[in-house]
């Protein structure tokens, strides 16, 4: 992309979770720019939002949208990003995708700035946003990848309404309170009660029997990490929290861990928090990771069983590394600003 | 134990969760009782629990509170279980103990009924009941084990409040309340906030970085399944349910698994129940295992990655068969009925 002091950047989809936090860390990150556009349905059209003080007005997303533009930050759904996106790159645009649209698309590279930076350079027009429960499972292995290469990872996540957009943590809110007011909890966004209740991701089920959330983690993780052998298999689950997913991951590594060394590969990583105190029982927990963007990585322990294993608890902000912060942090390395 | 036709039963611990749970499956289950006998602490003495439509009064925990007792259930903690598990013994009582104080010791059976009711003859006195987790664990893995040997698990949980007491479950709903009111959580049982949030489990954490939850899921496995071999690793976790625990397990066979034979052990096992409806997205959840008997199972598939690897969702009461049942089904057995 051409270097300039100041860049035009559509947010497409402005007014979902992740839209919101994009400008939310546009402003915080300063990024350098010249117009920042908001795009949004004909439905959210015409509402204003608060950027650095000032009120923007919501745009109709059209195919024409996007005259001018230098990077668009997608994450309206796969459908839109799939419609949209190619208008936007014969427009001259960038655009980060945060769907899933194009993340397995061979042309397409999909990235995680702590991980694969390089990977942007060879992009045709469109780089993808990862998962959110990938980001947050891979930002603290990856450390531990470059020491001593993982050869299998099982996990389980422990996954917040977020991931299903502003209307599940509505849900959650509004059921918890019919609950505790005795009422029956309604279901709209979710198939099941969320409040003080937890299920199996509510993502389609394949014939294998895994979810699409599932599925997604174990190929993503392939291709970011540019591994096909690496081992994945997960179970995914929805759990009573609003916006941090968190997740415990046990890998089988080629060499037997050593605690002392991981323990300082991940205390130099970026985008990685230790929180592993034993004595106070304190561990990354969801509440800590909200609202943060570094991936709190703890309970750092041997598998007593087997000298290969290694488990750890992670927990990070499915709106911000999850997904908003990811994608802006791809655009800051486009705009030539160094990973961080 | 002697043969008669009805027995007299002390609870020990009457007033607590599960106490309160026991009361409730010995009415359900219409256990043949001549005299049950309410202990609790001195606190709770004189207060009194309905039982089949009567007021039965509480009586103070006491050294002599033995006489003419045929059993013993046992759930008012570890050291009250340690103190006066002994002089119930001495008085001619078998006690079945809900607590980890005699689970680990030699000459104390620690039973499933489902799963090693011979052991239960073995008794010098006392039987343990296994920790809520293992049971729920072992249930619905133990039809497995038997037609295709078991080498390693791997689980993650998602447990309840319930299994750290009636205070807990209070504190789970006063905090949401207050959470959603937007007021600050107060902490008084657990170490971190339970609304909203999920944290590692509050059991103490030993040198090995393992806490005591996931130890005792390690320990009382291998005497459960009298296997020394079968490895064993955890990740136990608290999530804001109120008392039914969910655990992702992984397991590792001996012989390839076939889904349709392990389908149908399950199918014909006693006190399981498979909820694996891949099409509605319907699978084990905390809300449908509270108040029920049956441990339920789902999501099982293989690992794609590893031909030997089993993947199983579960659900179970923890206050039921994680505590209650369990040891209600042992004191049937000890009565002369038959496992069920």
Chains 1, 2 share one sequence.
């Not at 470059?146 to 509004?174: C, D, F, P, W």
């Not at 009422?183 to 979710?190: G, H, I, L, S, T």
């Not at 993780?221 to 179970?235: L, N, P, S, Y």
Request: with cysteine; hydrophobic share 45%.
């Amino acid at each position: 992309m051409e270097k300039k002091s100041k860049y035009n950047v559509a947010v497409m989809g402005a007014t979902g979770a992740v839209g919101q936090e994009m400008l939310l860390i546009l402003e915080q990150r300063d990024f350098p720019l010249d117009r920042l556009v908001l795009l949004a349905s004909k439905r959210s059209a015409g509402s204003t939002m608060k950027f650095k003080g000032r009120d923007l007005l919501v745009e109709e997303l059209k195919e024409d949208s996007f005259k001018d533009i230098d990077i668009v930050l997608a994450s309206a759904g796969g459908a839109v990003s799939k419609h949209f996106a190619p208008f936007a790159v014969k427009a001259g645009a960038v655009v980060v995708d945060n769907t899933s649209a194009y993340r397995m698309d061979p042309k397409v590279p999909l990235v995680v700035p702590e991980i694969n930076p390089a990977d942007i350079q060879k992009h045709q027009g469109i780089i993808a946003n990862p998962n959110c429960s990938t980001i947050i499972m891979l930002v603290p292995i990856h450390p531990i990848h470059k020491i001593n290469h993982i050869k299998r990872i099982i996990v389980s996540t422990y996954q917040a309404a977020s991931g299903a957009g502003a209307k599940a943590m509505q849900e959650l809110e509004t059921q918890s309170r019919d609950v505790l007011a005795g009422k029956k909890a309604r279901k709209e966004v979710f198939p099941h009660q969320i409040a003080f209740n937890l299920f199996s991701h509510n993502s389609a089920v394949k014939e294998d029997g895994y979810n699409e959330e599932e599925l997604k983690m174990i190929k993503e993780t392939k291709k970011i990490f540019h591994d096909e052998k690496i081992a994945v298999t997960v179970t995914s689950v929805r759990v009573p929290v609003f916006r941090a997913h968190t997740e415990a991951i046990y890998l089988e590594l080629t060499n037997k861990p050593d605690l002392d060394k991981i323990r300082k590969a991940l205390m130099n990583a970026v985008g990685v928090r230790i929180v592993d105190d034993a004595g106070k029982n304190y561990f990354p927990m969801p509440l800590e990771a909200t609202g943060g963007d570094d991936v709190l990585v703890g309970r750092l322990r041997l598998d007593l069983s087997n000298p290969h294993g290694l488990w750890l608890f992670v927990s990070g902000d499915q709106l911000r590394k999850g997904a908003a912060l990811n994608a802006v942090q791809i655009a800051e390395i486009l705009c030539g600003r160094s990973a961080s």
